[in-house]
Structure formats: structure tokens, C-alpha cells
């Protein structure tokens, strides 16, 4: 079946600019989470989704990120007024929901910030 | 907090070479711990999931193993090929929580040259 998608995969804007980005799960997964990867940082957990709630967003690195999924599958993570340091590739991952599964991820998309 | 160590961060090997990869993570408190691989311009591809309960996971030429009192993980890659050419990441998941926040290390970037 397919596996997780995320568009766009390249997204080049200016410092200033909102960009939304977008997940669209395997179809039946409940748990969503975001990742980035960044040069100088690693990967690093932003956003964790159980159905439409998220019962934690303590990775979002500041109130200009902000993320929100509906009916339980696609996910946008928006990022508002982007800074040079936001240019990353941004990874999507989902999984069935228990803590025996593991996470699938998407191939990603990477933010440059002009 | 926890922090996950990979060493070496880069390795070399001709093929047809057994090899072993590193992880360490300061907090033992872990529900399971990942490997993943990951191709560049990909995503990541989960490579063996070992739960806490755990000691190892085999999945055909790969094994890996988990020692929680003392903080340590290893992969181990038998009769390496140029396809096995990645990097390798381990991701640990905090005991709390009840989902799978992954904390990931900086990854081991390995070559396999014929």
C-alpha cells in the first residue's frame, strides 16, 4: 500500500514569508509526529498527534510553528514569519498507534530559507 | 533529559567486511530502541525495533543489541555490501509518555566500497 507522503518536497522562500507544510499518513494510522533534520542539530522531535490532538508539542521550537491535523489523517505544520535558521528538511512519520509499531516516514521536505 | 550517542560518526569498509555500529543513551528509562537507515535525498527506513524486554532483534544480515543497565546498543552488519552504503541512526524512545518520542542520535555514516 503506500507509504507516507509529504509535499511539497522542496520549498525555497523568503525570510518573512508562511510556508504550510503537508503529511498525509498511511491510511488507518492514529499517531503522527514531525521531525526535523537540520545541519548543526540532528533530528529532532517537534510535534507528536493522536487522532486530531496532540498531546504534545514541546519540540516546536517557537510560537511561529504551529500544526494541526484533521479527520485523523492529513497534517499541515505551518511556520509562520521564516527565518533563515527554519531551513531544514522537515520529516513526517506515522505509525498504528502502539508502542510496539514502528514509525514510517515520509521522505520529507526541505525548507530553504532565503 | 536524554541524549543519544553514535560512534563512529563515519566509517569506511570494504566489502564483504563484519562490522559493528555504536549507540549509547544516557537514560535507561526506555520503552524500546530503533534503528533506522536512511538513504540521502530519503526518508528513514526502520531497520529493527528492540523493546526494552528485550536483548536483540535479527533481521537477515543485520542484528542488533540492547543492553539498557548500561546504556549501550549495537548493530552489527554481517558480510557488508556496497548496497548497504547509509547512514545509520538509533532513535530511543522514552519509557514515559506512552507513545514513541523518538530521541535520535547523530547517526554513523557508513561506506561500503567494492
Known amino acids: 500500500g503506500a507509504g507516507v507522503s509529504q509535499s511539497p518536497s522542496n520549498k525555497v522562500t523568503e525570510k518573512g514569508k508562511d510556508v504550510e507544510l503537508r503529511c498525509d499518513p498511511i491510511?488507518?494510522?492514529?499517531?503522527l509526529y514531525w521531525y526535523r533534520q537540520s545541519l548543526g542539530q540532528g533530528l529532532e522531535f517537534l510535534i507528536y498527534?493522536?487522532?486530531?490532538?496532540?498531546?504534545?508539542k514541546s519540540g516546536l521550537p517557537s510560537d511561529r510553528f504551529s500544526a494541526e491535523r484533521t479527520g485523523g489523517s492529513v497534517s499541515t505544520l505551518t511556520i509562520q514569519r521564516t527565518q533563515q535558521e527554519d531551513s531544514a528538511v522537515y520529516l513526517c512519520?506515522?505509525?498504528?498507534?502502539?508502542?510496539?509499531?514502528?514509525?514510517?516516514f515520509g521522505p520529507g521536505t526541505r525548507l530553504t530559507v532565503l | 533529559k536524554q541524549e543519544v550517542t553514535q560512534i563512529p560518526a563515519a566509517l569506511s569498509v570494504p566489502e564483504g567486511e563484519n562490522l559493528v555500529l555504536n549507540c549509547s543513551f544516557t537514560?535507561?528509562?526506555?520503552?524500546?530502541l530503533q534503528w533506522f537507515r536512511q538513504d540521502p535525498g530519503k526518508g528513514l527506513t526502520s531497520l529493527l525495533l528492540?523493546?526494552?524486554?528485550?536483548r536483540e532483534q535479527t533481521s537477515g544480515r543485520l542484528n542488533a543489541s540492547l543492553d539498557k543497565s548500561s546504556g549501550r546498543s549495537t548493530l552489527y552488519i554481517a558480510a557488508s555490501q556496497p548496497g548497504d552504503s547509509a547512514t545509520y541512526l538509533c532513535?530511543?524512545?522514552?519509557?514515559?509518555?506512552?507513545?514513541?518520542?523518538?530521541?535520535f542520535g547523530a547517526g554513523t555514516r557508513l561506506a561500503v566500497h567494492p
Open positions: 512519520a506515522s505509525s498504528p498507534g502502539g508502542r510496539t509499531d514502528t514509525q514510517y
Open positions: 491510511s488507518g494510522h492514529t499517531a
Open positions: 537514560d535507561s528509562a526506555i520503552y524500546n
Open positions: 532513535a530511543a524512545a522514552p519509557l514515559s509518555g506512552g507513545y514513541n518520542k523518538l530521541i
Open positions: 498527534f493522536q487522532g486530531n490532538s496532540a498531546p504534545d
Open positions: 528492540i523493546q526494552s524486554s528485550q
